[in-house]
């Protein structure tokens, strides 16, 4: 399959969808997860429970929903509820991912969704945490989505929205925060990463088709963990490309983005 | 007896907006709950008039682009409300619309400015970076989810809640919470004051003459916020008997002693979805989004003009947009007949 | 009107009924306060709320219900809801009567439904609670429904299962209940009776038709005040019987109780 | 930073009977939310033997006389389930059968033994009091809505909630209560702890295979009750296709992912009502009521011979409390076709 063949949201919707396990509770927001998500649905994982932070429980999407709130979140779902409800149940332990991003991303899955600059005069304000603090605070695993920028991917961040491994082993539970939590992979347009267990700094795993060490080393702001066996991440199958295009988003209401 | 203490290891710096106190709530329920049965239909002027008050803490229902209550923030902006305290649980546009109304003192911080999928407006976030730096606009730091059980922790009687996220972030040290050791496990938690408000508006599905409501979808914070306001201001797509309301009691949400105003709103949420009603509307949205972009700021204004300030009230402003015609093709949207 | 037209329960239904003002939330349990309630809202108080412990918010009862929770408390209700949100409307201010019972009550309105002798070697051991104590903390003002008899009525309850004003006035605020609630009327098949504003102890302040001073104060086992200018309850019209027989309970399932 | 403190003014010396803490069990919810979508029908005796083990903390569904899961609590019984530990908000009929079969070890109380306007059975009573002086059960003293409070605090995964009443009561000083001034407010308030249960058992209107859950009528503790327990057993009156489930999402309380077994038992809650099917069986009430006061006991031992251990499952029990024709008058009378 030559490269031409598909777009970024759907190399990156593939990439992440390989890594959802059946019988996942997963917090979704609109756009790619939204996608990796329904994918994995369809390919793999028939028995996820996807979940949208208003109160939509393992809704039937007919299209994809516009925020985490519209009426394709609930449509044809199992259970629709308040937003106490739906994050006591990730701090309850019942849910396994969430898929975040953010405007700045630190070594240790710090990410940042507030401000840019001092927080009293800030060069940028961004919206803040919506329900990104408590997902990644409280579900088990953290899936995070974001373009490889330097400027995004930062020694430091400005703010931390929601802590990542905050500034090593050990700090989110010293903090307090529930054990076992924390930043688990992170999806860009360019590679595949996860954080090294001992040191809990980011590392490079993958490398998405065409992109080189180099070009992601260039593209991030702090010294990167590059794994020994890294992995050519394999470019999407026909059939995964096949379900993306014609059931998770036939109308390419979010795939369309991806066109560059 | 023991004598022992609890420890609070850190503590935000965070201003608390809303000085309302569990018992001085308690005092005004006691006579607020007496009005339970009367007929408390009313226009939105009257209701916004009578209800809402420079200075107020204010709540708002619906999250995101649905079931906003758009007929009451116009009227809130007209009626030029000053210094309004918000509760900011991922607001998105009505919220945007008060702020760039001039009607925000201090902002409870969940979520702002943004339009999720739309971007931010960039006037509007501009407004709030210079208002930030000014120190016109006050703002305390929370997520979604420690706003949503701020508004619980309120509706529930209590003074706080117990929580376990907020920790190892930096809002939390703008924020008014409070970190101890669990005097049961001994496990770090986080403390978040309730919020309780002078006024709450919510828009739902349908409710009868006193207020006893039922609303469809995603609920996002608004039992505990309809709960959690010493006056509570329903707008409704359609008024029903008692009797239906009595048919399925399993579907009350709000029932009517916490309810001080009802006002029937057909298409009150536009241009935001209605839950098995009618769709966002995308094309409205997009000229918004446009609009904020003038960095002159002349095709924002030219909006609320149009929008808003040029039109008396929300049936004006939904000939404006469309009327009719344009409102069938958000319920043919919503219900899958048409393509977005 | 003679007095064997009317039953003890007829009796202690209207006394409480009269009691009741229009636009009143109150909790009522199973018995005389259904039967007192119901009655209040056929005569003058047709804007009351009436709420169920269980989760029944204002249901139109077709017939008296046998438990705080069965069907009947549901019927046609404006809501239905859990235990917690029922008494977080207690919490929250919004409850302004709840009526009692309990198997001893002292001077104070402390009521004892747990244990009769010693708390770990009881000689009589009763169910417990329930849900008095938090409407008794929570509501604004208790009525209470008991037999009137000298081992009910002691000079200190063996164990506070429900709070009245503990050992005199401020030391429910000074415990930290909620400030201005506390018990308000204490109804008996006897007497009418309230708490003296300054000493918060038990105060008679009527007699039901036929019985003396004397009956009652024999009938108390501690130092009863006694109000001086003290009602002769007026016996039920014939609309309070009427309205009690025909439209509250037909079927007499609670009022054929009180036929001696 | 501050480091300041609460001061606890006061504790009780009751006992907590559970000893999962809010950590333990979400490292359980992690692998069981994985068979969410798993089809968990089976019978109901192997759910009792496969999920009810002796020294279990217990919680149930229903309220009174209201859905109780009466064929869980025959199979408990007729499987000499021991030594398990009770939360007991409101508990009636279903708690004194476990009582008097010599189930129980401890009891967390809100209500237990009475059976409200039936009265209290005069040998289940004794045998409470006989085994609280010889010490033989343990008693932590509640009541109806800190009981409730202690399983919402559960569900919501924290491991206490501040409330208001407890205060000034002698039920506090048997608890494991503390008493602290709030640090918002300076009021005092109470903190009771979460209960996480090994297992609990809810009697529901309509479930499908995967245990999304319908009820009619009031919830009492059961949303709390559902979200807290490792092992959650849904008996129900008849078993639903999925897609009528998705018809309306409002009316799902408990979701599968919850559950851990399906087991469908028409008339389950017999002899108590279920709201919209049957009503309470008061005859045999008063059978029940009848043999507790026969002091010699013997009365009492035919009644649990005849109904429980003379039988091999519920359909047996229905056939011996008259069967069909019985059954269909108490749905007459839920359905006020008769008198009572």
């Given at each position: 399959m030559e490269k031409k063949d598909y777009n970024i949201f759907e190399l990156m919707a593939v990439v992440a969808a390989r890594e959802i396990e059946d019988g996942a509770f997963i917090y979704i927001g609109t756009g790619i997860p939204m996608l990796a998500t329904s994918l994995a649905q369809n390919m793999h994982a028939p028995n996820i429970v996807p979940v949208f932070e208003a109160g939509g429980i393992a809704p039937q999407m007919p299209t994809l929903p516009l925020s985490v709130g519209c009426s394709r979140t609930t449509y044809r779902?199992?259970?629709?509820?308040?937003?106490p409800e739906i994050f006591e149940m990730a701090q309850l332990g019942v849910a396994h991912y969430a898929f975040l991003g953010g405007a700045q991303i630190d070594k240790y899955g710090n990410l940042n969704a507030t401000v840019k600059g001092k927080y009293n005069a800030p060069e940028v304000r961004w919206p803040g945490s919506g329900g990104a603090n408590a997902f990644g605070s409280l579900c088990w695993r953290t899936m995070i989505i974001m373009n490889h920028e330097k400027r995004r991917f930062v020694e430091k961040v400005d703010f931390i929205t929601t802590p990542g491994y905050i500034d090593g082993p050990g700090a989110r539970e010293?903090?307090?925060?529930?054990?076992?939590?924390?930043?688990?992979?992170?999806?860009?347009?360019?590679?595949?990463?996860?954080?090294?267990d001992k040191t809990k700094k980011m590392r490079l795993i993958g490398l998405l088709p065409g992109v080189t060490v180099e070009d992601v080393v260039e593209s991030t702001g702090f010294e990167l963990l590059i794994k020994d066996d890294l992995i050519n991440v394999p470019p999407p199958t026909e059939e995964e490309l096949r379900i993306l295009r014609e059931k998770v988003d036939p109308y390419r209401i979010v795939l369309s983005r991806g066109d560059q | 007896m023991a004598r022992a203490s609890?420890?609070?290891?850190?503590?935000?710096?965070?201003?608390?907006?809303?000085?309302?106190?569990?018992?001085?709530f308690r005092e005004h329920m006691r006579e607020k709950v007496r009005n339970a049965w009367r007929d408390k239909r009313m226009d939105i002027k009257t209701a916004i008039k009578q209800f809402v008050h420079d200075g107020d803490y204010l709540t708002m229902g619906g999250v995101s682009f649905v079931r906003l209550s758009m007929a009451a923030v116009h009227e809130i902006i007209r009626q030029k409300k000053r210094n309004l305290?918000?509760?900011?649980?991922?607001?998105?546009?009505?919220?945007?619309?008060?702020?760039?109304?001039?009607c925000v003192k201090n902002i409870d911080c969940g979520y702002i400015t943004g339009m999720e999928v739309f971007g931010?407006?960039?006037?509007?976030?501009?407004?709030?970076?210079?208002?930030?730096?000014?120190?016109?606009?006050?703002?305390?730091?929370?997520?979604?989810?420690?706003?949503?059980w701020r508004h619980k922790a309120a509706a529930m009687g209590i003074p706080f809640l117990p929580i376990r996220n907020?920790?190892?972030?930096?809002?939390?040290?703008?924020?008014?919470?409070?970190?101890?050791r669990c005097p049961f496990t001994g496990e770090q938690l986080v403390l978040v004051p309730a919020i309780y408000a002078d006024v709450c508006i919510i828009h739902v599905h349908r409710c009868d003459i006193y207020g006893n409501s039922q609303i469809e979808g995603a609920l996002n914070e608004d039992l505990g916020k309809s709960k959690s306001a010493k006056k509570l201001i329903i707008t409704t797509e359609?008024?029903?008997?008692?009797?239906?309301?009595?048919?399925s009691p399993d579907r009350t949400l709000i029932p009517c002693f916490y309810v001080d105003a009802v006002v029937k709103i057909p298409y009150?949420?536009?241009?935001?979805?209605?839950?098995?009603?009618?769709?966002?509307?995308?094309?409205?949205?997009?000229?918004?989004?446009a609009a904020s972009r003038d960095p002159s700021g002349k095709a924002f204004e030219e909006y609320y003009e149009k929008y808003i300030f040029g039109v008396d009230n929300f049936d004006e402003y939904l000939e404006t947009i469309g009327g009719k015609k344009r409102l069938e093709h958000l319920e043919d949207l919503e219900h899958l007949r048409v393509r977005e």
């Open positions: 779902a199992i259970r629709t509820c308040d937003m010293r903090a307090g925060l529930p054990p076992g939590t924390g930043p688990y992979r992170v999806f860009t347009d360019k590679a595949l990463l996860d954080f090294e | 609890i420890e609070i290891l850190d503590e935000g710096a965070g201003q608390i907006f809303s000085k309302i106190t569990p018992n001085e305290n918000l509760a900011a649980g991922t607001r998105t546009y009505d919220f945007n619309l008060l702020l760039d109304a001039g931010i407006p960039y006037i509007t976030r501009k407004r709030v970076e210079m208002m930030i730096t000014s120190g016109e606009v006050g703002i305390s730091e929370y997520d979604n989810a420690s706003m949503a907020m920790m190892g972030a930096d809002a939390f040290k703008h924020s008014a919470a409070k970190k101890i359609k008024i029903i008997d008692t009797e239906e309301i009595r048919l009150g949420a536009h241009p935001n979805n209605m839950p098995g009603m009618y769709y966002v509307d995308i094309d409205h949205m997009n000229e918004y989004m």
